[in-house]
């Protein structure tokens, strides 16, 4: 490993030093020249640089500009608000006249979208374009980390933070997982979110029906659709990314001391017996053998983890192809004491060639890319070392006095754990990719093109699990605890084959405009799994299947494969550029449903008005300083698939070992339950209506969108239907339907003074959702006005609603009471009688808390430049919803188990409003352990995501250096600084489980440098 590190650092200094190579100094002219806009007036206050320096000037009155001692060979930029940039080359030139034309603010800007691409003035969906490149920089070690909170719509939540766990569930409007489009591929979300930053031209996200209908019964919840870099010049470039991470929230622990002195305290208030003033002292001095102080948290995990990323990008064109290719490299530690028993590598290469033949009337395009992935841990994974550091006292002794491994709870001895002896869990994945495009251009009819795209995908992965567990000693360093060691070995391959054959038609007349297609496509996806494992190893050292003893071994395999087969349609039709029509539809089949159900149909349209082109709303937009008014509406259906395979037939499963007859063991085989028969997609109806709209010559930008979702016709049991139970499992119908709806809007901000530039952009999501007809519902809940989940929306759980501790023995005498318990004492929970009857019981409970996943989600995107500093920020919020503590925060062991200082913030008579209720010593109080609001943290936080500064030193230092284009360094940092008063530093808000098993979300500081040559 670190070899590995060794190598990469030197391939990187390597290419930096080229820099200081092949100085070539350029000959100089002097320049002049005028500067009009389309009417042929003088604009005055245009700025012209150097591309690539801060060497410039500005036009005079009349437009009139001059320069001095200019390389011949330079490129002059003409940048003026509210205008659209141009770059021309000096070639030895004296003079240059140029003519601005009127910015369009991106409207001239081409999306892609399902299918193909269109300009940004003629969509009439809800899209939001992602400039990937502007993320390439931040540390994450996933692409989909860095999608927080810079689009609209978009909803993420952190799964943790280790290598390999960090890979963040993603919302589109509060929809399940999106469909992740590559290149025009369906593809996984592992594909996705593996995929390197500096290969990623830009994302678009598909938010309304009328957009990700064209991808039917997969589209469900959003598309987002990636479109990778090609080549767009002659160059050759390099970057890289240092960074060290921290947890975002370090909890603060109890050293032995302060636990003795909790333990004490809470031991006064429940009765029971204390630790000895003298013993107190020992834990105080923690010099005596068995009294050191072991805090865990701190003393098994590292403060910092370091990762690393690097990039080689080669491109080049000429006037028929072009060509790149890409190389990335990325090691992820971790925080564990040991670098080799946790960590993530992954390496990439991409390459991308297209060749047009101009006599052939052909075009080809190719894609090459393949990942490579090495994940490695303990045997046990990183979820039990993150909790049981967590959660060991620290007066617990992890050492004898000889040095070697105590027990603590069995095996669960963190820094035991860690140790590399104990073996590894090894996952290897490899996936290659191959798209090919060929688009034929039909020329005895004009604008009309023919196209085939074929996609080959192959994955294998290879996971090993060995585990030999050294040897356990008690405090005479006797060895109490040695299994031999065991091995688990999986393989997995799968592939998949994509098809798509299109005709497409695009043509202008007049003042219509067409652009139709019609697409063909079929999908194949096909994996075969296969297991085995021996036990009972002679030695450590021979970790192979075919060492193990064959006492016990085992084998198993499995196979599976599915298919999907589509027809689609889309035609888009604009007038004068200003009504917009586009409408689409798709003929799906499922290989899920029986021949008679297998096919649906999901169409969609959309309409588009731009308002601003109406003649006789030109004066009053003007004197409002509107420059662009687009009016959108959609409506769409899409499809969904997502149930059991084979659901409609009756399946049977073998069973090892079914019967024994004969003095030895049969298999046999069971039913699997009746079959489903007529069932088939439930569906999604979409409306989305938006505005978007430009102000003050297009330095004001804004849009909006509401939307409304009805997915109805959901696979479910019936079982709540029926009150006698047939003595198998029912089959699944057409059941249920739920809504969502919501809106998000964006608002950006744009200008440049002289050399300062700068934009600001907020974006904002709400969303609520609920079930209109709940199919696992029975008819007594649905008459529970309090408990029922139909039509009711934003809770987290059902329980009761408490009110606050009992004060005294008379508040506990004087109040209802939880049904059964007789020992309530002073400092335990206090419920509220929903039903006013005089007892706390069943009845009482309500819906409670605000839900799992936010509600309200923002994000505010800052960015300044002048000359070569740029400075960058991402902040981003979430709201209205909650984070449940975990048992151990309940006293589920009582005070003997607590380890955090937060914790200590017992009920006591002197602190009658605390944090925490009373706590037993050992066990947990039944009253308090209920569930309830009180347990329920409200998760609402404003994060610090993304900060970056950088220079571009090119500009001021190496300006005369032929060969090098651009040298860009930069600081980076993510998740710097975190808000979030509801949780009182118990949990990082993104930890959504609420136990402590999670790898903790990282904050990162990096430096990096890009290098264009």
């Known amino acids: 490993m670190k070899e590995l590190r060794q190598s990469v650092l030197k391939v990187g200094l390597t290419l930096i030093l080229l820099i200081f190579t092949g100085i070539i100094m350029a000959q100089t002219v002097d320049i002049t020249g005028r500067v009009t806009d389309k009417n042929g007036g003088s604009l005055p206050g245009v700025t012209i640089l150097i591309k690539g320096t801060n060497q410039g000037t500005v036009s005079n009155a009349d437009g009139v500009y001059n320069l001095s001692g200019i390389p011949d060979n330079a490129v002059l930029k003409f940048t003026f608000v509210g205008m659209n940039d141009v770059e021309v080359g000096v070639e030895g030139r004296n003079r240059i006249d140029i003519t601005l034309t009127e910015a369009s603010i991106g409207l001239d800007e081409v999306v892609a979208i399902g299918y193909g691409n269109q300009s940004v003035r003629k969509v009439t969906t809800s899209i939001s374009n992602v400039d990937a490149q502007k993320m390439k920089n931040a540390s994450y070690t996933n692409i989909g980390s860095a999608l927080n909170g810079i689009s609209p719509g978009i909803i993420l939540k952190q799964s943790g933070g280790g290598p390999g766990a960090d890979v963040p569930s993603i919302s589109i409007r509060g929809g399940g997982e999106p469909l992740y489009v590559i290149d025009g591929i369906i593809s996984s979300k592992n594909e996705f979110v593996r995929m390197n930053p500096n290969d990623v031209s830009n994302i678009s996200i598909l938010k309304d029906a009328g957009a990700t209908a064209i991808y039917g019964s997969r ?75 072991t805090v865990y948290w ?24 072009n060509y790149l290719l890409s190389i990335n490299g990325q090691d992820q530690g971790s925080h564990y004491l040991f670098d080799d028993t946790h960590y993530q590598n992954v390496y990439s290469v991409l390459s991308n060639y297209s060749k047009h033949y101009t006599k052939l009337n052909l075009h080809f395009d190719a894609k090459l890319a393949s990942t490579f992935r090495d994940y490695k841990t303990t045997p046990w994974d990183y979820y039990y070392t993150i909790m049981h550091a967590h959660t060991k006292l620290p007066i617990l002794q992890p050492f004898n006095t000889e040095g070697n491994y105590m027990q603590i709870d069995g095996i669960f001895n963190p820094f035991y754990m860690q140790d590399p002896g104990n073996g590894y869990q090894l996952v290897r994945d490899r996936s290659v990719t191959g798209t090919g495009t060929l688009r034929w251009d039909v020329p005895f009819i004009k604008n009309l093109n023919v196209q085939f795209t074929g996609n080959y995908m192959t994955n294998l992965s290879h996971s090993k699990r060995f585990q030999s567990l050294q040897p356990f000693y008690n405090s005479e360093n006797q060895p109490i605890y040695q299994e031999k060691p065991s091995l688990n070995e999986n393989k997995n391959n799968s592939r998949n084959y994509t098809i798509q054959s299109s005709i497409n038609y695009k043509n202008s007349f007049n003042n219509h405009s067409v652009d139709a297609s019609l697409i063909y496509e079929e999908y194949e996806f096909i994996v075969w799994n296969m297991g085995a494992s021996r036990r009972n190893y002679m030695s450590e050292s021979l970790d192979n299947l075919s060492f193990g003893s064959q006492v016990g071994i085992s084998n198993t395999g499995t196979m599976d494969e599915s298919a999907r087969r589509g027809y689609i349609g889309r035609l888009m039709y604009d007038f004068k550029d200003k009504y917009f029509f586009t409408g689409s539809f798709r003929y799906d089949a499922s290989e899920r449903f029986r021949k008679e159900d297998r096919w649906g149909f999901f169409p969609s349209f959309s309409l588009g008005w731009r308002i601003s082109e109406e003649k006789a709303l030109g004066d009053l937009l003007s004197k409002a300083a509107i420059s662009n008014l687009k009016l959108r509406l959609s409506y769409g259906e899409v499809g969904n698939d997502d149930i059991a395979r084979f659901a409609y037939l009756s399946t049977y499963s073998v069973v090892d070992k079914r019967y024994f007859l ?42 909006i969108d509401a939307f409304y979702y009805r997915t109805h016709g959901y696979l479910a049991s019936p079982a709540a239907d029926y009150l006698v139970p047939l003595g198998t499992g029912l089959p699944q119908i057409n059941k249920g339907s739920q809504r969502r709806g919501g809106y998000e809007f964006n608002v950006g901000w744009s200008d440049k003074f002289n050399d300062f530039g700068y934009s600001a952009a907020f974006n904002f999501t709400h969303y609520e959702s609920f079930w209109e007809e709940n199919p696992g519902e029975d008819v007594t809940t649905l008459k529970n006005p309090y408990t029922r989940t139909t039509y009711q929306s934003n809770y987290y759980t059902h329980g009761y609603v408490n009110n606050g501790y009992y004060q005294s023995i008379e508040d506990v005498i004087n109040s209802p009471r939880l049904h059964g318990q007789v020992d309530l004492l002073p400092g335990d929970l206090k419920y509220i009688d929903k039903n006013g009857d005089g007892k706390i019981d069943a009845d009482d409970r309500r819906r409670i808390g605000k839900g799992t996943f936010p509600k309200y989600n923002m994000g505010l995107n800052l960015s300044g430049n002048y000359k070569g500093l740029n400075i960058g920020l991402v902040i981003q919020g979430a709201t209205e919803f909650d984070i449940e503590m975990w048992q151990m925060y309940k006293f589920e062991r009582g005070a003997s188990s607590i380890t955090r200082k937060e914790m200590t913030d017992i009920w006591t008579p002197e602190n009658p409003n605390a944090l925490f209720p009373r706590a037993n010593l050992t066990n947990g109080r039944i009253a308090n352990y209920q569930t309830t609001d009180f347990w329920l943290l409200d998760a609402s936080y404003v994060r610090l995501r993304n900060l970056e500064v950088g220079y571009n030193l090119s500009q001021s230092v190496l300006g005369n250096i032929d060969v090098l284009k651009s040298l860009y360094v930069y600081f980076n940092a993510t998740n710097l600084f975190t808000y979030a008063p509801g949780l009182h530093n118990l949990y990082d808000p993104e930890d959504g489980t609420g136990n402590f098993g999670n790898y903790p979300v990282q904050k990162t500081f990096s430096f990096g440098v890009n290098i264009d040559f």
């Open 298 to 321: 701190e003393e098994v995990l590292k403060k910092y983890s370091f990762n690393q990323r690097h990039n080689l990008t080669i491109q080049g064109r000429d006037d028929d192809s």
């Open 219 to 293: 589209a469900a919840n959003g598309v987002i659709l990636v479109t990778t870099r090609k080549a767009n010049s002659n160059s050759i470039s390099y970057s890289n990314n240092f960074s060290w991470g921290a947890f975002a929230n370090d909890p603060e622990m109890l050293t032995a001391y302060e636990y003795v002195q909790f333990f004490n305290k809470a031991a006064s208030v429940a009765g029971g017996s204390m630790y000895p003033n003298e013993e107190v002292e020992k834990w105080r001095i923690g010099t005596e053998p068995g009294y050191q102080s």
């Open 662 to 703: 004969g003095n030895e063991w049969l298999s046999g085989i069971y039913n699997n339950g009746l079959p489903a028969g007529e069932i088939s997609w439930y569906t999604q109806t979409n409306y989305n209506g938006g505005l978007d709209i430009s102000f003050l010559s297009n330095r004001l930008n804004a849009s």
